[in-house]
């Protein structure tokens, strides 16, 4: 909720029409639904991978899978979300997508063998560790 809502007070912020900019979220946990809902136009408590999103619909897909420690790349959570979440995404959109250290470089490399990005660029926390990537969809 709380990297949303800096994000929406930056689209905001930049926005010709502040009221415009909408942001909904999706969250699983109960607790995190609730605060996100204060923040965000519109919070759905839900599973993500079963929820239904129009495609097309999204500028910014801010990604927060839960972290994943299986080694098959195929069938970690980001490529699970990857594949799921990445069609309402808006061609010229932009995903965001956050990972764990240990996959500042596998993260990347998913992006380019998907096909679907441009300019993927690998971006680094306040503590200097790998932990997003930002991409403009195709």
Request: without cysteine.
């Amino acid at each position: 909720g709380e990297a949303l809502a800096f994000l929406a007070h930056l689209l905001r912020s930049a926005s010709g029409a502040p009221s415009a900019v909408q942001i909904h979220g999706i969250e699983l946990d109960q607790e995190r639904a609730t605060a996100a809902r204060a923040r965000l136009t519109s919070t759905l408590q839900a599973d993500a991978l079963t929820a239904r999103v129009p495609p097309g619909r999204v500028s910014l897909l801010f990604h927060n899978p839960p972290y994943d420690q299986t080694a098959d790349a195929d069938a970690r959570l980001e490529h699970t979300f990857l594949k799921r979440y990445t069609p309402p995404l808006r061609p010229g959109g932009v995903l965001a997508m956050e990972h764990d250290d240990a996959h500042g470089d596998a993260v990347p490399a998913l992006l380019v063998s998907d096909g679907r990005w441009t300019s993927i660029a690998a971006r680094s926390d306040l503590s200097h560790r790998p932990r997003y990537v930002l991409a403009p969809a195709r």
